[in-house]
């Protein structure tokens, strides 16, 4: 899950991470309320799950309420990449003298939490890595021994970063960041720019946060801050349905039984010729209201023109799958085709359920091959 610039300030601030004092707003007279608050010139940031906002033209300097509120009525409602600002960051302003840029990550392959530091900031940090590699410096911690304040201080120095008083204060941040990236079961946290002001003050000016999704139940103030509104509608009907689910773009809809089996099935489509609509796992079960609930998911998207159930009996039954099925038809009106392969426990007696019930829009298939080119065929026609 990512978190909105201010959410992730906001989990910032309390790890004793130096950021600015700010307020949220949602229309121009809020903002103008807002930086009437804070005193002095503000800057007015659209709050966009995508970066790049400043390029984009959403982020804005005033200097006064008024201006306030004239920046904020052009920022809201712009289409960020696809993303429509509907909500406003409006902070003290900074002077900056220095952009620095500070993440901590995974690196899946060391399996270890990643830092990396460099005083080329403000800028694309692929594009510091692939212009100015040597720029970027980098620091693996082991998650066992936990955060050294030494080796922070050895991230510090071949980052270049000469000045006392600012190494001082990144190494105190950089503690500060580890444990807020730990304890909050996050996937990414990057301030960039991390800056210094002319007065030699060090602070985190943006925050990009992540995470982990499988960790939201034991963060439930942290699960609170997911923005419905802004979610994809079938994404969120997924999650509230508990069904595994990434829309892709084709006109496949998938369900497989298992991650593995759909992700083959997702393959298989594609060989045949055809582009998967999504990536549906039932995961274990196959009961009539996993399966009720898949297809409710599967069918809130316009672009599916066929459905491919690809289930492997293994603990689950086929026969049950099958029941799943009919009982689904019967529930919920599906006028799409839909491909069936059944195989492995029970594949004999759950084909006989869906032969003998026959709807008109139930095609059977004996194989997974075979079952793909129907499926691909019907979404053609
Ligand atoms: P991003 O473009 O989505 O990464 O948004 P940022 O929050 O990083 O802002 C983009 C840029 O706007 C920063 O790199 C700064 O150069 C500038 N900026 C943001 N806040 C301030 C501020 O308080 N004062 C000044 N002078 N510039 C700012
Ligand atoms: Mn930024």
């Known amino acids: 899950m990512d978190l909105y610039e201010y959410q992730g300030k906001e989990l910032f601030r309390r790890f004793g991470i130096p950021v600015s004092d700010g307020r949220l707003a949602t229309t121009p007279e809020e903002a103008h309320e807002a930086a009437e608050q804070l005193g002095g010139p503000v800057v007015v940031k659209a709050q966009v799950l995508t970066g790049g906002r400043g390029k984009a033209g959403g982020i804005k300097l005033a200097d006064d309420p008024a201006d306030a509120e004239l920046k904020a009525g052009e920022i809201l409602g712009l289409d960020i990449r696809g993303h429509i600002v509907r909500k406003l960051w409006i902070e003290k302003a900074s002077d900056i003298a220095k952009e620095y840029y500070l993440s901590v990550t995974f690196d899946r392959g060391e399996k270890k939490p990643l830092f990396m530091l460099t005083t080329e900031g403000g800028v694309e940090i692929e594009q510091v890595a692939e212009e100015s590699p040597d720029a970027l ?6 998650p066992l021994e936990g955060f050294q304040p030494y080796q922070a201080r050895r991230l510090i120095y071949e980052a270049g970063i000469d000045s006392l008083d600012e190494q001082k204060q990144i190494l105190g941040i950089i503690e500060k960041l580890y444990a ?7 996937m990414l946290c990057e301030i960039n720019p991390l800056i210094v002001t002319p007065a030699g003050e ?42 595994t689910y990434v829309k892709l773009d084709g006109e496949v809809g998938i369900l497989g039984n298992g991650a593995g089996l759909s992700m083959a099935t997702v393959d298989v489509v594609v060989v045949v010729g055809g582009r998967p609509a999504n990536f549906c796992d039932l995961g274990g079960g196959g ?62 007696a759950g084909r006989k359920l869906l032969t003998d019930a026959a709807p008109p829009n139930l095609h059977v298939e004996p194989t997974m091959l075979e079952a793909a080119q129907r499926a691909v065929e019907l979404a053609a026609k």
Do not use: Y
């Open 137 to 142: 410096a980098r620091l693996h911690i082991d």
């Open 180 to 186: 807020c990236f730990v304890s909050a079961d996050a």
């Open 202 to 243: 060090v602070r985190a000016l943006d925050s990009k946060f992540t995470v982990d999704d499988s960790a939201l139940f034991r963060h439930p103030d942290i699960a609170e801050m997911r923005d419905v509104a802004a979610a994809d509608p079938q994404e969120a009907l997924a999650r509230e349905k508990g069904v």
């Open 287 to 348: 009961d009539a209201q996993g399966v009720v609930d898949a297809l409710e998911v599967i069918t809130s998207d316009d672009q599916v023109r066929s459905i491919f159930f690809n289930i492997f009996g293994g603990i689950t039954r086929c026969d049950e799958v099958a029941r799943g099925i009919l009982a689904a038809l019967n529930h919920m009106k599906i006028e799409l085709p839909i491909v069936v392969r059944l195989d492995g426990t029970n594949a004999d």
